[in-house]
């Protein structure tokens, strides 16, 4: 089995940074993606960041200001978020690869089989 706990949410001013971590545990980390999604009130879960063994991808709403990044040996994945803007609100969910199509995009929420529970961010203007 596969658990995922995030941590590291908070209420900070815009501009500023908060970084997210998410400790993984039941598999080899390494051989599966990581992904990182955002919910807001009224909106749908949306896709932010996503890290194979080789390649990173990331929403083109936070390119430039936010970094995924992991560390096998740790079985963990951080979501470094720095310029911070109030749209950036959210419960952030870490999510670990599933089975899966080959079509099926890495920024779709099917690629994934595994969830954490979630964490609030807050950014206030």
């Known amino acids: 089995q596969v658990q995922l706990v995030e941590s590291g949410g908070g209420s900070v001013q815009a501009g500023g940074s908060l970084r997210l971590s998410c400790a993984a545990s039941?598999?080899?980390?390494?051989?599966?993606?990581m992904g990182w999604f955002r919910q807001a009130p009224g909106k749908e879960r949306e896709f932010v960041a996503a890290?194979?063994?080789?390649?990173?991808y990331y929403a083109d709403s936070v390119k430039g200001r936010y970094t995924i990044s992991r560390d096998s040996a740790k079985n963990t994945v951080l979501l470094q978020m720095n310029s911070l803007k109030p749209e950036d609100t959210a419960v952030y969910y870490c999510?670990?690869?599933?089975?899966?199509?080959?079509?099926?995009?890495?920024?779709?929420?099917?690629?994934?089989?595994?969830w954490g529970q979630g964490t609030q961010v807050t950014v206030s203007s």
């Open positions: 999510a670990a690869e599933g089975l899966h199509s080959d079509y099926v995009s890495i920024t779709q929420p099917r690629y994934y089989a595994y």
């Open positions: 039941g598999r080899t980390f390494s051989r599966y993606a």
């Open positions: 890290a194979t063994s080789g390649n990173t």
